[in-house]
């Protein structure tokens, strides 16, 4: 397989999820502007969304995926069929108790999360509308890494393309009816996020039948003792104990950051999630989809004791890290104001709110480098079971994170909501680099020769970028321009900035054929 081939074609259909993830929030933005309706909405929904990172996508697939890709190498399909299915019901049941636990417990689990929203009854009723999310999203997950272990990836990536899609259709044609109904519309956003989350798993049946894996869920009180007993599932509780204190406290981190958030003021946590969506563009485009293809490769590399294919993978995606991270990373320090006043700036989201959103912007851009290595370097330490040393490294980020919340928040009071970015920023930085000595001091990572002249290249052109992209945000009024005419300046200025900088590479001899390795 050439991995290049399969991070692009995850790439590309992960670019097609947060196009539509944009044009949502543009939606959003447009029709509920950055105030108190879009506060509790946000803080509502950011409840299920870290649960799912708590059970689906996170701890669960740090820990599952790692085993099942062992399993399958050094066992077989079947054994592997049978762990599937004792995983699957133990997960199903799992959900069904945390969903009707959430559903139940919400105004203690909004109050927790933001307990200063001026809608807070609203946000209340709305975590209840959404939190069945977590169950159909945690499933999704789980069918996600069993076709990436088979080297399906297009249906997994193109999945949250649905969620996206499902927005959009209810901010468009359920909110005005709920406004004429004299209900509040932005609850046509609840409604689109649970059916986003039955359609993500409704397609992804269709994969799993084809790869003759889709998970049979114990259903009575035998199949569920049968499955608990199960060795590969205490394998994967095991596995997942430290994982699940590891993306906890990365999620403790934004569950901080929200519940601060909600006390500077209506906007601030809607400032923020438009921020988020910003940043998780070339996060999710980069990191997510490198860690997709990665960690199945490093789990089979780990699983045959080859130890010089497990060093070249990661060497592989840190040198993509660096050459499509360190450019993402610049734009978004030096060029903000462009790209929150062209995706966001029209209806309700105001000239204020573009100013807001950009500070915040920069604060996550700081850290776009260490969001992105993390998605490389944390896999090369799940690949080899070893979720230990991530975690103590999560705990000890935590506590800095929370060190420089205090020191912005009593000692810089003008950065605000920005000084909550800045320091989940600096942060992933540390935990990035707290990673790769780890991974350096192991002996698991020998960087391949040529870093030096590799990285003065990207540098270099970097530098000719950062000139161009400084330029066109101060010699353009960004906020003023409007319509088809900074759309038209934004796809110059970044076009131009593509050629200028992967000319300058090319000119450098850089030869994009050595990124094209098989696994």
Known sequence: MNLLRAASTVSLLTLCSRITGLASQLMIAS????????????????????????????????????????????????????????VSTILAWALLLTCIVGIVAAPVVVWLLASGLEKFDHAVLMTRLMFPYIGFISLVALASG?????????????????????????????????????????????????LGGVLQLAVQVPALVAIGQLPR??????????????????????????????????????????????????????????????????????????GVVLIPQLSSAQGRGDTAAYSNLLDWGLRLVLLLALPCA???????????????????????????????????????????????????????QDIRTPVRIAVAVLVLTQVLNAVFWFFVPSLQHAGLALSIGLGALVNAAWLFVGLRRSGAYVPAPGWGGFGLRVLLATALLTGWLAWGAHAIDWVRLGGWTRVGLLTGMLGGAAVLYFGALLAMGLNPKQFARRG
């Open 330 to 384: 610049v734009a978004l320090l030096v060029f903000p104001e462009a790209l929150v006043a062209v995706l966001f700036h029209r209806g309700a989201f105001t000239a204020a709110d573009v100013a807001q959103t950009v500070r915040a912007l920069q604060g996550y851009g700081v850290g776009l480098m260490g969001l992105i290595a993390i998605k490389i370097l944390a896999p090369g330490f799940y690949a080899r």
């Open 146 to 194: 069993i076709l990436n272990t088979w080297r399906h990836f297009a249906v997994p990536a193109a999945a949250p393309v649905l969620l996206n899609l499902s927005l959009i259709a209810c901010t468009w044609g359920l909110a005005p009816w709920l406004s004429r109904w004299g209900i509040e519309p932005i609850y046509a956003l609840a409604v689109g996020v649970m």
């Open 31 to 86: 029709m509920f502007g950055a105030g108190a309706w879009t506060d509790a909405y946000n803080a509502a929904f950011r409840i299920p969304n870290m649960l799912r990172r708590l059970f689906g996508e996170g701890a669960f697939a740090q820990a599952f995926v790692p085993i099942l890709g062992q399993t399958r190498v050094t066992e077989g399909d079947e054994v592997t069929r049978h762990l599937i299915n004792a």
């Open 217 to 290: 869920i114990g259903l009575g009180p035998r199949a569920v003792r049968a499955a608990w007993h199960h060795p590969g599932v205490h394998k994967v509780l095991r596995q997942m104990a430290p994982a699940l204190i590891g993306v906890s406290v990365a999620q403790l981190s934004l569950f901080i950051n929200t519940q601060l958030a909600s006390h500077l003021g209506v906007g601030a946590i809607s400032w923020l999630g438009y921020a988020d969506r910003l940043m998780e563009f070339p996060t999710a485009l980069l990191g997510v989809a490198l």
